[in-house]
């Protein structure tokens, strides 16, 4: 991920540094959770709505506490300072087992799950250290300029 000041131009950019760097690899084990997680709270919906108006102090602090936990076991870290990371949301989705696969005793039987993306998660100190290492970098950069740009080619006719 790179924080970029636009140019004045499509494809030229005034500055670039580099924000991230990572690859994130998920777990069938974290997906299971997460589909887990996922059911409990469209089951627990219903009953929340329908409880009545009267809350006390207590049971909203126990259910914001309850959410925030849930966010964090849904967000997935791309470095390991917890920096940047991705926050989603995962269902499990039918699977077809009509036709028979011969599994061995070591081996899973095949699961299929749905992510859908919900946020992208950047600590405010981090992308402001990034901010300033781009504004310094760009105060002591030559005259060089990055254009990125495509060029279409004329056919002879």
Request: charged share 30%; proline share 3%; net charge negative.
């Amino acid at each position: 991920m790179n924080l970029v000041q636009l140019g004045p131009r499509r494809g030229v950019f005034y500055a670039f540094v580099n924000v991230a760097d990572g690859v994130v690899r998920i777990w069938r084990e974290w997906l299971a959770q997460g589909a887990e997680m996922n059911r409990e709270k469209i089951a627990e919906a219903p009953r929340r709505l329908s409880g009545g108006v009267d809350y006390s102090k207590e049971e909203t602090r126990i259910s914001t506490v309850v959410e925030d936990v849930d966010e964090e076991a849904r967000t997935l870290w791309v470095d390991s300072h917890e920096n940047v990371g991705i926050r989603v949301k995962v269902k499990q989705r039918s699977w077809k087992e009509d036709v028979p696969v011969i599994l061995h005793s070591d081996e899973d039987p095949g699961v299929s799950y749905v992510m859908e993306y919900e946020e992208l998660l950047v600590r405010t100190n981090h992308l402001l250290l990034a901010m300033e290492r781009m504004l310094s970098e760009q105060n002591n950069a030559s005259s060089k300029a990055l254009v990125f740009c495509s060029f279409a080619s004329q056919s002879e006719t």
